[in-house]
């Protein structure tokens, strides 16, 4: 009977043991180092960031090109109008809500009221002519058109010095702000402008 205790005792013991032992062993295999291994890989890996395009550099706009391609063949008597963006630096050339055209432009810097493109509503003015020069600015330009104050503002080409050599320096921002209030344009665009844009036709420039 002693003997049968005993063995019922050692059975009880080991089956306690066995019993304690697993909750033990299953916390350490949750802490082992291959474990522990994974786990830090997968707290400190970072998500992988989605790949941005490369940034296109802007290309210089041609100023001995047209700006927006083959020119429109207007028609006799058609209601063509010069929408002037100042925020997209452009001239639409529209007829009704159509644009026919679009011109890449420079308007007044903004710095102080003699470099600001006016805002509103005017008309092509009866001035035009194929050459000035400014002395006040030391710079000039070609086929000018006016459309306020009779020769004050204009559109006409990127600008030039006394020998007709274009101002590198200025053409180059055609696309930015960069005039003293008229527009620059192209000299292709320009000529286009002082040779198809007739007298009294609306221009509409805003922000």
Same mark, same amino acid.
């Given at each position: 009977?002693? *003997?049968?205790?005993?063995?019922?005792?050692?059975?009880?013991?080991?089956?306690?043991?066995?019993?304690? /032992?697993?909750?033990?062993?299953?916390? $350490?295999?949750? @802490? /082992?180092?291959?474990?522990?291994?994974?786990?830090?890989?997968? /707290?400190?890996?970072?998500?992988?960031?989605?790949? +941005?395009?490369?940034?296109? +550099?802007?290309?210089?706009?041609?100023?001995?090109?047209?700006?927006?391609?083959?020119?429109?063949?207007?028609? *006799? @008597?058609?209601?063509?109008?010069?929408?002037?963006?100042? *925020?997209?630096q452009k001239v639409y050339i529209k007829e009704g809500?159509?644009?026919?055209?679009?011109?890449?432009?420079?308007?007044?810097?903004?710095?102080?009221?003699?470099? $600001?493109?006016?805002?509103?509503?005017?008309?092509?003015?009866?001035?035009?002519?194929k050459w000035f020069y400014a002395p006040k600015y030391?710079?000039?330009?070609?086929?000018?058109?006016?459309?306020? @104050?009779?020769?004050?503002?204009?559109?006409?080409?990127?600008?030039?010095?006394? %020998?007709?050599?274009?101002?590198?320096? %200025?053409?180059? +921002?055609?696309?930015?702000?960069?005039?003293?209030?008229?527009?620059?344009l192209t000299v292709p665009d320009a000529k286009w402008?002082?040779?198809?844009?007739?007298? @009294?036709?609306?221009?509409?420039?805003?922000?």
């Open positions: 009977m002693i *003997k049968g205790c005993r063995i019922v005792t050692a059975l009880f013991l080991l089956l306690t043991i066995t019993a304690c /032992s697993l909750p033990f062993q299953s916390n $350490t295999l949750l @802490n /082992s180092p291959a474990k522990q291994g994974s786990q830090s890989a997968a /707290s400190t890996a970072k998500p992988r960031a989605d790949r +941005k395009p490369a940034a296109q +550099k802007a290309v210089p706009v041609s100023w001995d090109k047209p700006s927006g391609g083959t020119y429109p063949v207007l028609k *006799k @008597n058609e209601s063509i109008w010069l929408d002037v963006s100042i *925020k997209d809500n159509n644009t026919l055209y679009t011109m890449i432009a420079s308007t007044g810097l903004d710095t102080n009221p003699d470099t $600001t493109t006016p805002t509103g509503t005017y008309y092509i003015q009866a001035e035009r002519g030391n710079e000039g330009a070609k086929y000018w058109v006016s459309w306020k @104050n009779h020769g004050e503002f204009l559109f006409h080409s990127v600008p030039m010095d006394a %020998d007709q050599h274009i101002l590198t320096a %200025d053409a180059e +921002k055609l696309g930015e702000k960069d005039s003293h209030g008229c527009i620059h402008i002082y040779e198809h844009i007739p007298y @009294n036709t609306k221009v509409v420039i805003h922000s």
